[in-house]
């Protein structure tokens, strides 16, 4: 098998990165090793959303080679293809025949912080949004966006499930994807069944092992302990990327070309959990070796009951006058105890008839305004129990404004699939406004006075009756 330099090209110094990755198929000699553990299955083909749609397999690797944003649609492990709830239409306008299933990427954000000695880097499609990514620097995606958390690039895209960005060489960290799981909800006939639980992403060259598995509340391992290593895996398409430091950003561009896609797919019994053991499941863990590619990690949402975040957003407001200014001030907090969250957390506040926005802020938050419209997005993982920097709108009052003005926002995303529907996920307060007009009682009229009396009159009548 052909093994070209890492990245392409010769070793250079300490500064030369090792994409290793950690993410992979199991190492084949661990059938040898623990003869009762199933072999994790091999992603033979995958589906994309690149160009609107894109394929490609082991046996027919494509041509085109992704060079922007590739959502995973779905893959093919053996004769079975399924697919990943991120558009499923789209495949079926493609006549892809199918098992609907929903995947999300594991929040990961304990991998936050880069290695300080230059050998991770944070990888993009080379031709991100439309645009050359290398000759737009210092421009581009990740430098104009050096605010991110490296995290950021491993649960992005809709269900996280973005191929077309990655980290390679993450710094080993041990417990680096966490997820608290119940075990008591887990259908044991999803054990063995044939459906993927768990998908794993490899992004460049292979290297030393991840290790994987399952924990009980008190921290003890659940099952079998699993390694996966890439090295054996058949290469099942090929990706076109653009490489960034992953500390000051700056470009790396030394690096760029091409890169081979690699994915597996887990069942439960890969990991050694039968039916005897799975209710004792409370966590998943995955250890990362530090020389790991990873676009990302994901489960299936039916058959792993993955403990999920929960927005909530409230909403105070100073005193308001007509001509005068104000402010509001949202706070966003995660109520989950178990888990963090993931990916863009976007909270839009849209103001009432005769309040301006004028400002917008908060550590960590970009805010944009469009006409009444204000809407912030956070990329940084608020931990379970943990609360955002809070959001300041500045406002100007005018003479349209009512005596009473109530004004709603409302947080998404972060990986919370309830918002924006559950009521947690809005903030709603009502302010009294000095100045503001009162909304007048409509008279009755003549009309209205005979209406009344007459009803009054009937509803006297039919008492009586009653009575």
Known sequence: MLTPPIFGKPRRASRRPICGTAFGALVLGLLMLVPQQALAATVAGVFGSFGNYWTSSTSAISAVQPNDSNLLLGFTVGSNTFSTGVDDASLTA?????????????????????????????????????????????????????????????????????????????????????????????????????????????????????????????????????????????????????????????????????????????????????????????????????????????????????ALPELALTKSAGALAVGSTGTYTLALANQSTQAATSGTITVIDTLPTGLVPTAATGTGWTCTITGQAVSCTYVASVAAGSSAPPITVGVSVGASAAAVVINTATASGGGDTACPAAARCTGTVASPVAGGVQTAVPALGLPGVLLTGLGVGILGWLRRRRA
């Not at 000695?117 to 737009?136: K, L, R, Y």
Request: glycine share 12%.
């Open 94 to 306: 493609n006549g892809v025949t199918f098992s609907p299933q929903v995947f999300r990427a594991l929040p990961m954000p304990a991998v936050a912080t880069p290695s300080t000695t230059g050998t991770n880097v944070i990888g993009i499609a080379s031709n991100w949004g439309g645009v050359n990514q290398a000759a737009a620097y210092p421009g581009g995606d990740v430098p104009t966006n050096a605010g991110r958390p490296m995290s950021y690039y491993l649960d992005d895209g809709t269900q996280g499930l973005e191929l077309g960005t990655a980290v390679f060489n993450i710094p080993a960290t041990t417990n680096s994807a966490t997820a608290g799981v119940s075990g008591v909800q887990i259908n044991p006939a999803s054990i063995g069944d044939g459906v993927p639980d768990i998908l794993v992403t490899q992004v460049g060259q292979p290297g030393t092992s991840d290790t994987f598995g399952f924990y009980d509340a008190g921290g003890n391992l659940v099952g079998t302990l699993l390694p996966v290593n890439f090295s054996g895996v058949p290469v099942v398409g090929r990706q076109q990327w653009t490489f960034y430091d992953a500390v000051t950003r700056a470009s790396f561009f030394s690096l760029n070309g091409s890169r081979d896609l690699r994915l597996i797919a887990l069942d439960y019994a890969d990991l050694g959990i039968t039916a005897a053991n799975y209710n004792q499941i409370a966590e998943f863990r995955q250890n990362l070796s530090g020389a790991s590619d990873i676009a990302f990690i994901a489960y299936n949402a039916a058959s792993v009951p993955v």
